[in-house]
């Protein structure tokens, strides 16, 4: 197994962790915080999706499935590329409302099926290439996509402990 399939290995495992989070909640459990101002199933999984989109975005030179398609709005948000959840206080995280499971579950599908398309073409040179000059030292491509498994990974796990909290 080389260093690409172990990437495509760890995304491949996502989708059901964030199914498991959210399948068969009402919008009113999506929006539940286990305390004022804590955050909720629905923004955990909408944080972990939009933080992917941008980053596969930028990687692309391509714009965010968010902006492009029909999902802001389902979020009751407006399509701004730039808010990822990164930096929110408690009032922006109360205003992620998902209309539905459905919602969070299609915007996760349809980005992590940008990611394996991503993935199925990479070499492992394209994995050293660095992606992010604003770090020190620079991020690779691999290191990027690392990160982008561990965030969703620690924020699916946060969304699957709150629900086992309702």
Same mark, same amino acid.
């Given at each position: 197994m080389d260093a690409k399939d172990i990437l495509a290995e760890a995304h491949g495992r996502l989708p059901e962790l964030v199914g498991q989070a959210v399948d068969g909640l009402t919008p009113d459990q999506l929006r539940w915080a =286990?305390? =004022?101002?804590?955050?909720?199933?629905?923004?955990?999984?909408?944080?972990?999706?939009?933080v992917q989109d941008s980053h596969l975005a930028e990687l692309l030179d391509a714009e965010q499935i968010y902006v492009t398609g029909d999902w802001a709005p389902r979020f009751g948000l407006k399509a701004d590329p730039s808010d990822t959840g990164y930096g929110h206080g408690a009032a922006q995280v109360a205003a992620v409302a998902p209309d539905s499971a459905e919602a969070l579950t299609g915007y996760y599908r349809a980005v992590h099926e940008r990611t394996v398309e991503f993935l199925r073409g990479l070499t492992a040179a394209d994995l050293d290439r660095v992606?992010?000059?604003?770090?020190?030292?620079?991020?690779?491509?691999?290191?990027?996509?690392?990160?982008?498994?561990?965030?969703?990974?620690?924020?699916?796990?946060?969304?699957?402990?709150?629900?086992?909290?309702?």
């Open positions: =286990p305390k =004022p101002g804590a955050n909720t199933i629905g923004w955990l999984v909408w944080h972990l999706t939009r992606v992010d000059r604003a770090w020190d030292p620079p991020v690779t491509l691999g290191v990027r996509l690392v990160s982008v498994i561990d965030d969703d990974a620690q924020h699916a796990g946060q969304a699957a402990y709150i629900r086992g909290l309702l």
